[in-house]
């Protein structure tokens, strides 16, 4: 089955390292975002990318980065991680060229930094 | 600025008891608005896409309905099993951009 995978599920990091999430989706979708869901908010969108070598500012871009080299991938890197940015992170996939297209989230990388 | 706000924040049902969630939208030109479910620990997951005013769809206990303003979920006998966080979305701010809901959190007692 067609699935959308996040690793790691849970990493520790310490103020001022690097840090880079997995996303990887088989379903061969074009779009991918990614997200952060925090307390009080509604998921944030961080970037996001239609197709390869294409990608994008959310609304919550600052201190991250993404990248896309293929279909099936979107990392996530923070350049220098932040207390700000302790969160659930989520990436999504979606297909074809509407408003509505749903979108299909992974289970999500719960990221603290200390 | 595009918002969408859900009410109640939490809720806490006995199972069986019927109930609606509440979720009211300010977007210039409604496309259309999203369900999900998301479960502790776990990604949002997908449940209805409500296209205009007017559309109802259900699945199992759920129905959803879309006003000019608003959106329902209506949870009809609920069971421990439905207990989950219910987020609402609408298509805002460009191609395939989506703003969220903070959510309402469902408890059913068993």
């Known amino acids: 089955d067609a699935e959308i995978t996040q690793s790691p599920r849970h990493k520790i990091t310490e103020t001022g390292r690097q840090v880079t999430l997995a996303c990887h989706q088989t379903?061969?979708?074009?779009?991918m975002f990614w997200y952060r869901q925090d307390l009080g908010h509604g998921l944030r969108l961080i970037h996001y990318?239609?197709?390869?070598?294409?990608?994008n500012k959310g609304e919550v871009s600052d201190g991250y980065s993404v990248s896309r080299s293929n279909t099936e991938d979107l990392p996530l890197t923070l350049e220098s991680a932040a207390s700000s940015q302790t969160s659930v992170y989520f990436c999504?996939?979606?297909?074809?060229?509407?408003?509505?297209?749903?979108?299909?989230f992974g289970p999500g990388t719960r990221l603290t930094v200390l | 600025e595009d918002q969408v706000t859900q009410s109640p924040e939490a809720l806490r049902l006995q199972e069986g008891e019927s109930s609606s969630l509440n979720c009211s939208y300010t977007v210039s030109g409604l496309r259309g608005l999203f369900w999900y479910r998301q479960d502790p620990g776990k990604g949002p997951e997908f449940l209805f896409t409500l296209y205009s005013a007017g559309e109802e769809k259900e699945k199992e206990r759920l129905k959803a309905t879309l006003t000019k303003k608003e959106s329902f979920l209506h949870i009809t006998a609920p069971k421990p099993e439905d207990s989950a966080t219910y987020l609402c979305a609408v298509p805002s701010g460009g191609y395939q951009k989506v703003t969220f809901g903070t959510g309402t959190k469902l408890q059913v007692i068993p």
């Open positions: 379903w061969n979708h074009n779009n």
């Open positions: 990318s239609y197709g390869v070598q294409d990608t």
């Open positions: 999504a996939s979606s297909d074809g060229t509407g408003d509505t297209d749903t979108q299909y």
